[in-house]
């Protein structure tokens, strides 16, 4: 944890109050926080500062704002994931958001078992987010959107995402277009389930306006090629 989350009705006083149990714990267990300490904290959508422990009790932590600083900037990339299994996807998510992604959206295809999408983890969602906030020291969430259908997706929500200077990049194993490399442009990703996406989807994307792009001759794993292609993509620039 580089920074504690608050919602907005906890810092409308001039002392702050941090009441979570979790984020006490850590604090106390991890941190050993102390009356006089430094910590920073974000406004959950909102700023981010430095402040000053107050007060320290069984239940809460006390807090006076100093200064403000800065946000970390999001990558300016909308990433679109076939949904992986339960396990996968909470790491999934929190890597994500640590990494900066604008927005996430969750699809499915042949290759996903329906039964993820039952999954009570998709429920739980916005706990994984808070988490890979405050290990990035962001404040904003990015925007999370699932569809439980890939061919209305892809002929109806993904042209709306692709223009001249806002591509569509399908990475996919058996292209021969290599994924381009220090882009200075937004651009959507999107990553197949496990087992890849089938022939059909791939000629679907490619139909709807998308650029299939290889990574190389070797298959990840879906929490492996996330971080390597946005930092392929983002991480030069």
């Known amino acids: 944890m580089n920074i504690v989350l608050l919602d907005p009705r906890q810092t409308q006083s001039d002392i702050w109050t941090i009441s979570s149990k979790r984020q006490i714990e ?48 999001k990558l300016p990339v909308t990433l679109i994931v076939a949904l ?11 890597d994500a958001v640590t990494l900066g992604v604008d927005k996430l959206i969750l699809i499915h295809s042949y290759r996903v078992d329906k039964s993820y ?16 906030l405050e290990q990035a020291g962001d404040t904003f969430a990015p925007k999370i959107e699932l569809y439980k259908r890939f061919k209305p997706f892809t002929e109806d929500i993904l042209p709306t995402l692709i223009a001249e200077k806002n591509p569509a990049y399908v990475a996919h194993p058996y292209a021969e277009q290599k994924m ?36 190389g001759n070797r298959i990840l794993r879906t929490e492996s090629a996330i971080p390597y292609v946005l930092g392929r993509l983002f991480g030069a620039t």
């Open 26 to 73: 850590h604090l106390q267990t991890h941190v050993d926080v102390k009356i006089g300490d430094t910590l920073r904290v974000g406004i959950r959508e909102g700023k981010r500062y430095l402040t000053e422990i107050i007060d320290i009790s069984e239940n809460s932590i006390q807090l006076r704002p100093l200064k403000e600083e800065s946000i970390p900037k």
């Open 84 to 94: 992986p299994r339960p396990k996968v996807l909470r790491r999934l998510i929190m």
């Open 180 to 215: 381009p490399f220090a882009i200075d442009h937004p651009c959507s990703v999107i990553i197949g389930p496990e087992g890849g996406f089938i022939p059909y989807e791939i000629d679907l994307l490619i139909k709807n306006g998308c650029q299939a792009v290889s990574l």
């Open 117 to 132: 999408w039952q999954t009570p983890f998709l429920q739980q969602l916005d706990h994984y987010v808070t988490l890979g």
